[in-house]
């Protein structure tokens, strides 16, 4: 004997939403009968005895609607899917907007952008070093080029002013002031060690001078 029993068919997930909506109205209805709002206390703000029941039953009747899963077919849908259906129907799932070729290209011509930056990006990062030194290279030899010629023409210029004063005061050669500096601290020095020669050479005069007196009177 067959035990396999045929799955509840819905047509829909909303179907599904209706049978547990009305599940937990009669629920509140059979609650309000039994447990009627104006038997409770007057000072009491809420009905700690209906509060406990009416959280029990919610969790059976939740309890039954999950086994029940089991069992259902929604527009042919089951298992996860059906699950997902349900909650998409709910408004809690993800829902999925439909496939859109222009902007599926669009996604693609960006995706192209980004590799072609990046790409650029990793040449810059590879070739823009050299070639800022090779400029910053180029600007020093520039500027000192520079440098050299403004000085060569400084010199011409003070050699040319030089010549003409010469020129002008009727001397060929002016004297080299540096070397005549040179000659006096040689002739200074000089000067100096013939001092100290002379002081050195009267001293050794006085002890002749001395020694021939003491001779001289040790003889008689």
């Known amino acids: 004997m067959e035990t396999t029993h045929r799955k509840i068919e819905l047509q829909s997930p909303l179907d599904l939403t209706y049978l547990q909506q009305n599940a937990t109205l009669c629920l509140r209805?059979?609650?309000?009968?039994?447990?009627?709002?104006?038997?409770?206390?007057?000072?009491?703000?809420?009905?700690?005895?209906?509060?406990?029941?009416?959280d029990l039953v919610s969790q059976y009747l939740q309890k039954v609607f999950e086994d029940v899963k089991a069992n259902l077919a929604i527009n042919g849908l089951e298992g996860k899917e059906m699950e997902e259906a349900v909650k998409m129907a709910e408004g809690k799932g993800e829902e999925l907007e439909p496939y859109d070729s222009k902007l599926s290209q669009k996604l693609q011509s960006l995706s192209a952008q980004i590799e072609n930056l990046t790409l650029q990006l990793a040449n810059l990062r590879r070739e823009a070093p050299a070639k800022a030194a090779a400029a910053y290279a180029a600007k020093l030899q520039t500027e000192d080029q520079t440098f050299q010629e403004a000085r060569k023409t400084a010199e011409e210029q003070q050699r040319e002013k030089i010549q003409q004063e010469k020129d002008l005061c009727g001397v060929s050669q002016l004297r080299d002031w540096n070397e005549c500096e040179r000659n006096w601290e040689l002739a200074t020095k000089g000067l100096v060690d013939v001092k100290e020669s002379i002081g050195a050479t009267s001293a050794r005069l006085v002890q002749a001078r001395d020694a021939a007196a003491y001779l001289d009177q040790a003889g008689k």
């Open 29 to 54: 209805e059979k609650l309000d009968l039994h447990f009627p709002p104006s038997a409770a206390p007057a000072s009491a703000s809420d009905d700690t005895l209906k509060s406990r029941v009416e």
